[in-house]
């Protein structure tokens, strides 16, 4: 992984810690409800929804990471990261929607799409740390 | 893309870290743009050139020139 501590990669990380926090809350606060009947049926779409808004938002952390970060370099190796993170995951979505399809293998919940996008943003760390010796960020 | 950074910055006594300070970007920039894994966009060639007041084909060789033989 790169050591940059540019104020963009600090800024990036705040974000990510507080957002894993909000994530494992409201989490824990969904799961629980559920598990308890407490939520009201007019507010369950709204529970349910909440762990994935912190998820959205570190894809919005990405982004914006992207946009601050003024090392051109760090910001290429991040951008490689990111594309082969889209790559891993829409594969893996692709091939595993035909083998479900044609009932070969079970059905997997949707929030698996963002674990194999996070997976593939290490894969694409290791990709860069092979090809030019330097990991990137955001792993 | 080839060029003259690792030379002319030891010239100068400079390391990595100073030139990378210099130029407000990371030292593995600087790594990776004078090994010539990473060629720089030409707003920051631009700073480089300037920073040790040459031309910017003073300090990056032209591949298409490099490849004609003509440098």
């Known amino acids: 992984m790169v050591t940059t501590s540019s104020a963009a990669w600090k800024r990036y990380n705040r974000r990510l810690i507080w957002l894993s926090l909000i994530y494992a809350a409201f989490l824990v606060t969904a799961v629980y409800g559920f598990k308890h009947q407490l939520i009201p049926a007019g507010l369950r779409y709204l529970v349910a929804i909440l762990p994935a808004l912190p998820i959205i938002g570190i894809f919005g952390a990405i982004g914006r990471y992207l946009v601050e970060e003024q090392d051109e370099y760090v910001r290429m190796l991040m951008v490689r990261q990111t594309l082969w993170a889209s790559a891993f995951m829409l594969s893996i979505a692709t091939v595993w929607g035909f083998l479900d399809n044609f009932g070969l293998v079970g059905h997997v919940d949707g929030y698996w799409i963002a674990v194999l996008w996070f997976f593939g943003l290490a894969l694409g760390g290791l990709y860069n740390k092979l090809t030019i010796g330097e990991a990137g960020g955001g792993c | ?71």
Request: hydrophobic share 40%.
């Open chain 2, 1 to 71: 893309m080839e060029n003259r950074l690792r030379v002319l910055r030891a010239e100068r006594r400079w390391s990595q870290a100073d030139l990378a300070e210099r130029l407000e970007v990371s030292r593995q920039s600087v790594n990776a743009i004078e090994t010539g894994k990473y060629d720089p966009s030409l707003p920051l060639a631009f700073r480089i050139a300037e920073l040790f007041d040459l031309a910017i084909e003073e300090v990056f060789v032209s591949p298409s020139r490099r490849h004609s033989g003509a440098i």
